[in-house]
């Protein structure tokens, strides 16, 4: 079993900061590609940044420049840095990583159960 675990969410004024972290568990044998989504009322689920295991990364037009993602994977966690934060930035923010098992040839798209970030006008 894999698990994806996040942490970091809160409630913070416009124009503040929070650091989001997703940490993996399990039987992992490799992790490859990382990403943050996130979800706001009434909307679909939106990507908001990708961390390739060569770490590269791609983010939304809506963060660039805010928000960096990061991952340190000794420790199999994922990052996500947001500043500048704003009202539209309110959302469940979810984890996603493609995880291969231990025992497994092919990789699985795990998620994990989301943190809410809230941010005040």
């Known amino acids: 079993q894999v698990q994806l675990v996040e942490s970091g969410g809160g409630l913070v004024q416009a124009g503040g900061s929070l650091r989001l972290s997703c940490a993996a568990s399990?039987?992992?044998?490799?992790?490859?590609?990382m990403g943050w989504y996130r979800q706001a009322p009434g909307k679909q689920r939106e990507l908001v940044a990708t961390i390739t295991s060569g770490g590269r990364t791609d983010y939304a037009n809506s963060v660039k420049g805010r928000f960096t993602i990061s991952r340190d994977s000794a420790k199999n966690t994922l990052y996500l840095q947001m500043n500048t934060l704003k009202f539209e930035d309110t959302a469940v923010y979810y984890c996603?990583?493609?995880?291969?098992?231990?025992?497994?040839?092919?990789?699985?798209?795990?998620w994990g159960q989301g943190t809410q970030v809230t941010i005040s006008s």
């Open positions: 996603n990583a493609a995880v291969l098992p231990i025992g497994t040839i092919h990789p699985y798209a795990y």
């Open positions: 399990g039987s992992i044998f490799r992790i490859d590609a």
